[in-house]
Structure formats: structure tokens, C-alpha cells
């Protein structure tokens, strides 16, 4: 059994060496494997011009086990000669390779094998090699050019490639059952409170009175502890935006813990873009999928435009 500590400099009698692979096991002990981005949009983009049988992937950086990687221009990759009879699919890879006579990171195409129903082909993921898929195309039989619309893009994928985030982070499955709890806590209050008002029948105005101001405290303590509030602290959960529409406006937020699970999805919907009248909050368990709650709130607007409130239904 052995301590180890890095990193500090050399003195007289006790040298101290570092190998490249010590400091890409620092960063990747901080930092998960995937590509750099900017408000959760992604660079390295495979994109397809349709004259050829070529791809290009634009500027970006990527980590791969701590390792970095940077494209500082668009690189194009020559695709191999379909089949005259079967299609096949390739992947765009980003390769990082360890062993001595490689020591890169470096953009390949990954060629499928032709077939009446093609699969894309697996990426190698071992102790010296590690493959992030950044898109995928269908290599048409016959042909001499690739078309753009059969080209998906993998980059968000998290079980392909993914975006780099920090691995220190709050326990986000503490946070979720603290959550948990704190709902069912306030539901049991809500049905005993209830109870007691049916039992109880009609009350005097003062006594209806304490009950209102003791409702307006326990709300305030809803807002500030349910999951409304617990967005704002975003650096807590991975953000993903979708659905873009013409002003600019993504209209799907989706907040993920992070296992990659869904912790909530925010949807804009009804009246026209850019003022919708309606945004709906949908929670979900620790296994991403089982709905916990949905919130709707409408939206309204000041003569200008402005966005003034937006009312829980």
C-alpha cells in the first residue's frame, strides 16, 4: 500500500519526474470524459457538403481521460467506396490512443460493414484505446456522394461521446430523496389540515385570518424549498437545451443529474414566438423516467413584449 501526492518541485538530492499520464490522471479525476462546449452547445460538428465522399469536423476541444484535444480548423475525412449492392454505416470517431508507437488523440472515420440492414460499428473502449462517436452517417450503395440528411449527429449522446462536466458535485441522489421527503412531508401536513377543516366546519374571521397568514408562511417555504427553487442552482445539475425556434429561443430545458438521469424538463408552449403563454415543469424520480409532479404556469406580457409574470395554475 503506497501514498502518493503530486505535484511539486524538484530539490537538491530528491528529484521529482512526472510521466504525461500523471497530469491527464489529475484532470481526469475532476473532469469527465467528453467535449468542451459553450452554454451546453458543443463544438466539433460533423457536417457534410454532399459532393463528394467526404465529412468535415469544425474547430473544438474535446478530454478524453484527461487528456485534451483541440481542432483548429475544419478537417475533412475521406469516406472508403460503398458497395455496388449494400449500404453500410460509418462513424466519425475521436480516437485516443496510449500505446507507445500512438500517444494521440486524433478524428477518424470509422467504416462500417456493409449489409441489408446496417449497424454502426462498436467503439473500442479498452485500456489504451478510447473512442468518442461524434456522428454517424449511411454510406449509400453505389454512389459517389454522401447526403447530408443521412449524416445524425452523436455528439450529445452520453453513452457516445457527451459533454465535459466537473465529478465534483453535490450527491445530487441525497439532494432527490431530501426532496422526496420534504414533498410527502407536506403532503401528509396538507391532508391532515384538511381533515381538521372538514371537521371542524365554518370558522370565525380572525380565526380564518391566522389561518391564511399560517398558509402564506408555508408557502413561502414551499417556493423557497421545492424543485422551483432548487433550479436556480444550476451548477448542481447538467442543462441541455432543444427546440430552437426562429427568435432564438430554445423551447425544451432538460435538467440532468449527474448519472445522465432526468431530473426535470421545462416545455414553452401556446400563443407565438417569442411570447408563449405557457411553461410546463414536469420532476422525475432518480430513474429519470418516473414522473414525481407537473407544474404549469402561465405567462403574460406588458405592452412591450416584456415577460411580467408567470402564474402557477
Known amino acids: 500500500m503506497a501514498e502518493i501526492s503530486k ?6 538530492g530528491d528529484p521529482r519526474t512526472y510521466q504525461a499520464s500523471d497530469f491527464a490522471d489529475y484532470f481526469g479525476s475532476v473532469l469527465s470524459t467528453g467535449l468542451l462546449h459553450t452554454d451546453n452547445i458543443p463544438a466539433l460538428e460533423v457536417k457534410c457538403e454532399g459532393t463528394d465522399l467526404r465529412t468535415y469536423v469544425t474547430p473544438g476541444k474535446a478530454i478524453i481521460q484527461g487528456y485534451l484535444y483541440e481542432n483548429t480548423s475544419n478537417l475533412y475525412l475521406e469516406h472508403a467506396l460503398p458497395e455496388p449492392t449494400l449500404d453500410r454505416i460509418d462513424r466519425i470517431v475521436l ?3 496510449k500505446r507507445n508507437q500512438s500517444r494521440y488523440i486524433r478524428l477518424f472515420v470509422k467504416q462500417g460493414t456493409p449489409s441489408e440492414n446496417p449497424v454502426p460499428p462498436d467503439l473500442q473502449r479498452d485500456d489504451f484505446v ?3 462517436s461524434l456522428a454517424r452517417i449511411r454510406v449509400r450503395a453505389n454512389t459517389s456522394t454522401l ?10 449522446d452520453e453513452n457516445l461521446c457527451g459533454l465535459v462536466h466537473s465529478l465534483i458535485s453535490i450527491p445530487t441522489s441525497q439532494f432527490q430523496q431530501m426532496w422526496n421527503d420534504f414533498f410527502n412531508a407536506k403532503e401528509q401536513e396538507w391532508e391532515d389540515w384538511f381533515a381538521n377543516v372538514q371537521d371542524s366546519g ?6 380564518a385570518q391566522q389561518k391564511a397568514n399560517q398558509a ?5 417555504a414551499y417556493t423557497d424549498s421545492a424543485p422551483e427553487a432548487m433550479q ?4 448542481i445539475f447538467n442543462v441541455y437545451k432543444s427546440g430552437k425556434d426562429s427568435n432564438g429561443i430554445y423551447t425544451i430545458v432538460e435538467y440532468k443529474r449527474a448519472d ?16 408563449y403563454t405557457t411553461r410546463t415543469i414536469t420532476y422525475y424520480d432518480t430513474d429519470g423516467t418516473t414522473v414525481l409532479k407537473t407544474d404549469t404556469f402561465v405567462l403574460t406580457y406588458d405592452a412591450d413584449g416584456e415577460l411580467i409574470s408567470e402564474v402557477k395554475q
Open 130 to 132: 478510447y473512442e468518442l
Open 7 to 12: 505535484f511539486f518541485n524538484s530539490a537538491p
Open 232 to 235: 436556480r442552482n444550476l451548477e
Open 95 to 97: 480516437r485516443l490512443d
Open 147 to 156: 447526403n447530408p440528411a443521412d449524416l445524425i449527429d452523436e455528439r450529445l
Open 216 to 220: 402564506e408562511a408555508n408557502a413561502k
Open 202 to 207: 365554518f370558522e370565525t374571521p380572525s380565526g
Open 260 to 275: 445522465g438521469t432526468l431530473f426535470a424538463r421545462s416545455e414553452l408552449s401556446g400563443g407565438t414566438s417569442p411570447q
